[in-house]
C-alpha cells in the first residue's frame, strides 16, 4: 500500500508533462491525472483501478472508443472519457 501511495505521488508530480489519450503516441503509459470535475464517474473509474500511478496498455483505438487493459483486464471506454485520462510514457 505504501509503494502504492509512493507512485501515486509521483505521478501527480509529473502531470504537467502528460498528455490526453487521444492525443498520446505510445502503446502504453502511467496515469498522471484523472481530471473529471464528476466525483461519481471518477469513484467507479477508480473502483475498476483507473487512477494516478496505473500503466495501462492502449489495446486499440478508433474515433470512438478505447480498448485499454491493465492489470490483465480490458475495458472499453468512450473518448470523451478518454480525454480526461492524462498519461506520461
Keep these: 500500500m505504501?509503494?502504492?501511495l509512493e507512485i501515486?505521488?509521483?505521478a501527480t508530480e509529473n502531470e504537467d508533462r502528460g498528455?490526453?489519450?487521444p492525443n498520446f503516441?505510445?502503446?502504453s503509459g502511467m496515469i498522471?491525472?484523472?481530471d473529471l470535475e464528476n466525483c461519481e464517474i471518477w469513484t467507479k473509474l477508480v473502483s475498476i483501478g483507473i487512477f494516478q500511478g496505473q500503466r495501462i496498455n492502449i489495446i486499440n483505438k478508433n474515433s470512438h472508443n478505447y480498448l485499454i487493459e491493465?492489470?490483465?483486464n480490458k475495458f472499453v471506454i468512450v473518448r470523451n472519457l478518454a480525454e480526461t485520462i492524462i498519461l506520461i510514457p
Design 32 to 34: 498522471v491525472k484523472v
Design 25 to 27: 503516441k505510445f502503446p
Design 19 to 21: 498528455v490526453s489519450m
Design 2 to 4: 505504501e509503494q502504492q
Design 8 to 10: 501515486m505521488i509521483e
Design 70 to 72: 491493465f492489470k490483465n
